[in-house]
């Protein structure tokens, strides 16, 4: 009989269940208890969805109260020092301090897992690091499922992936950070190597760690547990030679007779390079992500190690169409007849990517939602595919032909092709993507336009979503008032927010975003192309989570997006105020998106609807515009070889945006999450006219790489982190601006947090920007302009 497994299930509950219990919780409204059996009850739901699939083995230690990799820090016990941990268990004070910081400490550095829209947190390592089993979670996780009937397959992160996603940070750093005000680390790249700034390269850390591994390994085996899940997604990256030369050490020392049976997983990418390496590791089984890297099978399938099984994910855990059955049982079968019942059948990766359960949207237009697949329905497309390789594909004929109607309906239907967008596309020309004027020319337009001090001041562009804010848009979504109502109560949240920024001081307003539920979602809602949900609620961090459009067809924007908001907020004030939009490249990747043509393609139709609407805000007389592209690094491939050709469309797409405009209208985007070093000149070809950046938990690290390359134009390195409630000092604002002033001339220097503040209070927000003018003005006050 073929084995069906999955690989990882959505965690957060249907009804965002833990997210809800995770903010009450850190509200002080319930108690660990109760924060605890929601967290049991959810576990339980979501087995038994996955036993009712008819899984033969089913992931458990998927499930985490805010982050895998962070459980993978509290399970090894590798707790930097300034959290006071020493010895024993990890308690919830310490977990959620790394999560999210304390009044004391800032948190762990977050960032991207690999090119996807979740954030995880980054180990961090001395070269005191010492590790020790100090969390019972996955065994008593195990021990729950057992008890429910439920056959086992732990998931760990393996040592190589936990170390390569991890970050060296030297001893003294470390010891100085227990005394406040410090900031941690701040967002990689998932996909190049670290530089050993430490003084010792944290691969040196792996006879350490393995014994962990093993003793965790073998008190699974103790439990009756038959196979676990070793995650190794690193193996699909550029790894350098003496990491991949350290794989066969490590499951020499792992997989032995005191261990279950390893299946070593890999995703999101091809380790065809590395095929005759994993087929001769002693691990039990090996699992490949077909979905995205089909071509790799080939080399696999030569000479497979007969004592291995070879698992295949052919349904996709990171998009929402419905799968190909027809295709993928093609290939299974040409595979069950080489390794007969050796063969394994599950999604290409976690289903965490995905929504939970198409069946909640009973408002999805019925068409669309024939083309879908949900995280349930992906369970019932994998048993599908093991039913028909058991039984032939006549035992499932109904299931099968209705996914192959679903896929023609959707190749014929008339709502994915606009013959107008696909014209204006074909249409552009190499002048299209250029500004005016070269940036001097801008900067002096836009310096006599507007007349900034020095150190100009900002915000990233939201303020906090009040209950009251929330409460008026689910008024409005239910019908409950009219819209003339829900525009009023908007307009009074945008005017408080104006005039609390001129109160603070701030010299660039925004208008603080209060109609936004989301800063994608807002603008797929008014595009052609998309479509929305109303439960496909998504983990983006923590008790953060987000509700991606899905792309479906050609996209245009049919009428003004922002233009009637952002002339209201300017006509309250004075001083310049910025509109806000989200660039192509970001609401692409943070978007279900369409499958059946190039994504560039997709991306320039996006960037042709945001110029349509930077046009308009111009003319509306804003001058100052910020396209947000958080996600231009988060686009990029994992293998280098692919960069050059996604970072030609992801930058011309972004130029299309925003390169309709004079010379003095100025430019802002802002990135967060990631170094920027390898792609600056990729960065500098979008020719922004200000840049903002995530800095703040770096301690300006990133700032670096700009100064080095010499970047052109003008950066606005963030002074403090949004995503922590701590309030920084002026004085710890202060020193981040003297260190950037030394690797940025001050004349091109921006003032401006890390990210947007909708996720504070306005009792955090209002300390912190405070101090942040103030440290702005002290700057000032001992700098000329040069």
Not at 368 to 388: C, M, R
Not at 718 to 727: E, K, L, N, Q
């Amino acid at each position: 009989m073929t084995l069906t497994h999955n690989l990882g299930f959505p965690r957060i509950g249907q009804r965002r269940e833990l997210k809800k219990a995770l903010e009450s919780f850190w509200k002080g409204e319930i108690d660990e208890s109760t924060l605890r059996e929601t967290g049991r009850a959810l576990r339980a739901k979501h087995w038994q969805i996955q036993q009712a699939a008819g899984l033969d083995l089913i992931p458990v230690g998927d499930f985490s109260y805010y982050d895998q990799m962070l459980d993978m820090s509290a399970l090894l016990g590798a707790i930097p020092a300034r959290y006071g941990f020493a010895y024993g268990t990890v308690d919830f004070a310490t977990y959620f301090a790394m999560a999210r910081g304390d009044a004391a400490q800032p948190a762990l550095e977050m960032t991207k897992w690999f090119d996807t829209n979740y954030h995880y947190l980054v180990p961090e390592f001395t070269a005191e690091t010492r590790f020790q089993l100090s969390s019972t979670a996955l065994f008593e996780a195990v021990a729950e499922a057992q008890a429910l009937g439920v056959q086992p397959k732990p998931v760990l992160i393996g040592p190589l992936t936990y170390l390569w996603l991890g970050k060296e940070r030297a001893a003294q750093a470390e010891r100085a950070e227990n005394h406040p005000p410090a900031v941690a680390g701040c967002g990689h790249s998932h996909a190049a190597p670290r530089v050993h700034a430490a003084g010792f390269d944290r691969l040196s850390l792996l006879d350490r760690l393995l014994p962990v591994y093993a003793e965790i390994l073998a008190r699974l085996k103790a439990q009756g547990v038959n196979w676990v899940q070793m995650d190794e997604p690193a193996l699909v990256l550029d790894l350098p030679a003496e990491w991949l030369g350290a794989l066969d050490r490590i499951y020499a020392a792992l997989a032995t007779a005191d261990a279950p049976r390893i299946l070593l997983t890999t995703y999101f990418g091809s380790v065809a390079e590395i095929a005759g390496q994993l087929k001769r590791l002693p691990v039990a089984g090996l699992h490949l992500d077909l979905v995205r890297a089909s071509g790799q099978l080939e080399a696999f399938l030569a000479d497979y190690p007969a004592d291995k099984v070879l698992s295949l994910g052919v349904v996709d855990g990171r998009n929402v169409w419905r799968a190909d059955l027809d295709a993928a049982l093609s290939t299974l079968e040409a595979v069950r007849a080489v390794l007969g019942e050796r063969l394994w059948i599950a999604p290409s990766c976690s289903l965490l990517h995905v929504p939970m359960d198409l069946e909640e949207e009973s408002g999805l237009d019925p068409e669309l939602k024939s083309w879908l697949a949900f995280a349930v329905q992906k369970l019932d497309e994998v048993k599908i595919l093991g039913t028909a390789l058991d039984h032939g594909r006549e035992s499932v004929a109904e299931p099968l032909a209705a996914a192959r109607a679903a896929r023609q309906g959707r190749r014929n239907s008339t709502r994915i092709h606009n013959p107008a967008v696909s014209a204006r596309v074909a249409a552009l020309t190499p002048g299209d993507d250029q500004r005016r004027s070269a940036f001097p020319q801008r900067q002096a337009a836009q310096r006599e336009r507007f007349g900034l001090p020095l150190f100009p001041t900002t915000t990233i562009g939201s303020f906090p979503q009040t209950d009251a804010i929330r409460r008026a848009r689910l008024q409005f979504r239910k019908g409950m008032i009219e819209a003339a109502a829900y525009e009023q109560a908007m307009q009074g949240e945008i005017e408080y927010a104006v005039r609390r920024q001129e109160a603070l001081g701030l010299d660039v307003l925004v208008h603080g975003e209060a109609e936004r539920n989301d800063m994608v979602e807002y603008f797929g809602e008014q595009l052609e192309g998309f479509s929305f949900t109303r439960h496909a609620w998504v983990q983006s961090y923590g008790s953060r989570c987000v509700k991606p459009p899905i792309i479906f067809g050609d996209v245009s924007r049919p009428r003004p997006m922002t233009v009637s908001w952002t002339r209201y907020a300017q006509s309250l004030t004075e001083r310049p105020m910025k509109g806000m939009l989200t660039g192509p490249v970001t609401i692409l990747q943070w978007s279900f998106v369409r499958d059946d043509q190039p994504r560039a393609e997709t991306a320039l139709q996006i960037a042709l609807a945001i110029r349509d609407e930077v046009r308009d805000l111009e003319r509306a007389g804003i001058g100052i515009i910020q396209i947000d592209e958080p996600a231009y690094r988060e686009g990029l491939p994992l293998r280098k070889k692919d960069w050059e050709d996604y970072l030609a469309w992801a930058s011309r797409s972004f130029r299309i945006a925003a390169s309709g405009v004079d010379d003095a209208t100025q430019i802002h985007t802002h990135m967060c999450y990631s170094e920027f070093n390898d792609i600056l000149p990729a960065i500098a070809a979008m020719d922004a006219d200000v840049i903002t950046i995530e800095t703040s938990r770096s301690q300006m690290e990133l700032l670096d790489a700009f100064g080095q390359f010499d970047y052109p134009n003008e950066i606005g390195p963030g002074v403090y982190d949004i995503h922590s409630p701590r309030v920084p000092a002026t004085e710890e604002m202060i020193a981040l601006l003297e260190k950037a002033s030394r690797v940025v001339p001050p004349e091109r220097l921006w003032v401006n947090p890390d990210c947007g503040l909708k996720t504070r209070k306005w009792e955090e927000v209002e300390p912190a920007l405070r101090n942040m003018v103030d440290a702005a003005r002290a700057l000032r006050a001992s700098t000329r302009r040069g």
